[in-house]
C-alpha cells in the first residue's frame, strides 16, 4: 500500500484530494494541516498538525511517504491576493522550503505540486495551453508569482535532485467545504456569490465588468485528476492544466 502526504489537506481542494485517495483503497493517507481536520478525516487518515514552515515539522510529515500531494498555501479570492500580498509570499515560499526539503531527504517517489490557473493571469493564447506557460508574462499578483515560483522549485530540484515532480494547475475550482467570507473578494468567486444572494443584496456586486467568463471545476474533478497524475508514470516531470471544458 502506497503512502501518501497531503499537506494541505484539510482544505477545499485538499479534502476532495483526501476523500478521492481514500475512497481507492490502495492507499495510506497522512494529512498535514493546521486547521482541523474534519471526523471522517481524522478516523480515516493519520493527521499531522505541525508548521510546515519549520523542517522538523516537514520531515515528522514527510517521514516514511513514498507520494508527496502539496496543497499547503495561503489561498483565497482576488481581494485576499491584495491584502495580504507580503505574507502569501512569505509564508508560501517558507511552505516551499519546508515541504521539497523534507520530500527530497526521504526520496519520494513522486511529488504532486498543486499549482493554480492564475500563473496564465496575463495569458495571450485563449484557450490556454500548458505549453503557453513558457511564453506567459509573469504574473502581476503575488499569488499568481507565488504559485509559479512553486513550479519553478520543483523543476529546479529535478534539475538538481532528480525530484520526480508532475505540476497540476486546477482552473476555476468550487465545491463543498469553502465558506464564503463577509468582506467581499476574500472569498473565492462561487461561495462569495452565494453569499450574496442568500443576503439578498441587490444589486449583486461582482468583481470586474460582468463581461469575464471562467471554466468552473468541480473540486471532485480536480481530485481525480490529482491522483491520476500522481499515479500515472508518464506522468512524472509534466505539467498539466485540470479544468472544465464550458465557459460560464
Not at 477545499?12 to 483526501?18: D, E, L, R
Not at 517521514?63 to 491576493?81: K, P, R, S, T
Not at 511529488?111 to 500548458?130: C, I, N
Not at 441587490?202 to 471532485?220: A, N
Request: aromatic fraction near 6%; glycine fraction near 8%.
Amino acid at each position: 500500500m502506497s503512502k501518501v502526504l497531503v499537506t494541505g489537506g484539510a482544505g477545499t481542494i485538499g479534502s476532495a484530494v483526501v476523500r478521492r485517495l481514500v475512497r481507492d483503497g490502495e492507499f495510506d493517507v497522512r494529512v498535514s494541516d493546521q486547521r482541523e481536520a474534519p471526523a471522517w478525516m481524522r478516523d480515516a487518515c493519520e493527521v499531522h498538525t505541525g508548521d510546515l514552515r519549520d523542517l522538523s515539522q516537514s520531515r515528522a510529515a514527510a517521514e516514511g511517504v513514498d507520494n508527496v500531494i502539496h496543497l499547503a498555501a495561503i489561498v483565497g479570492g482576488i481581494g485576499n491576493f491584495h491584502k495580504l500580498p507580503h505574507t502569501l509570499l512569505e509564508v508560501n515560499n517558507a511552505l516551499y522550503n519546508g515541504v521539497f526539503r523534507a520530500a527530497l531527504d526521504v526520496g519520494v517517489a513522486r511529488f504532486v505540486y498543486v499549482s493554480s490557473s492564475m500563473v496564465f493571469e496575463r495569458a495571450t493564447e485563449f484557450p490556454t495551453t500548458e505549453a503557453h506557460i513558457d511564453t506567459t508574462p509573469t504574473p502581476h499578483s503575488a499569488y499568481g508569482f507565488s504559485k509559479l515560483a512553486g513550479e519553478v522549485y520543483c523543476r529546479a530540484a529535478a534539475d538538481e535532485h532528480d525530484l520526480p515532480y508532475t505540476i497540476c494547475r486546477p482552473f476555476n475550482a468550487y465545491g463543498p467545504g469553502e465558506v464564503p467570507d463577509a468582506e467581499p473578494g476574500i472569498a473565492h468567486a462561487v461561495p462569495d456569490l452565494i453569499r450574496k444572494v442568500l443576503s439578498g443584496q441587490k444589486p449583486l456586486q461582482i468583481f470586474g465588468s460582468g463581461e469575464q467568463t471562467r471554466t468552473l471545476t468541480h473540486v471532485d474533478d480536480i481530485a481525480e485528476g490529482v491522483v491520476t497524475a500522481m499515479s500515472h508514470p508518464a506522468a512524472a516531470g509534466e505539467d498539466f492544466n485540470i479544468s472544465a471544458s464550458e465557459e460560464l
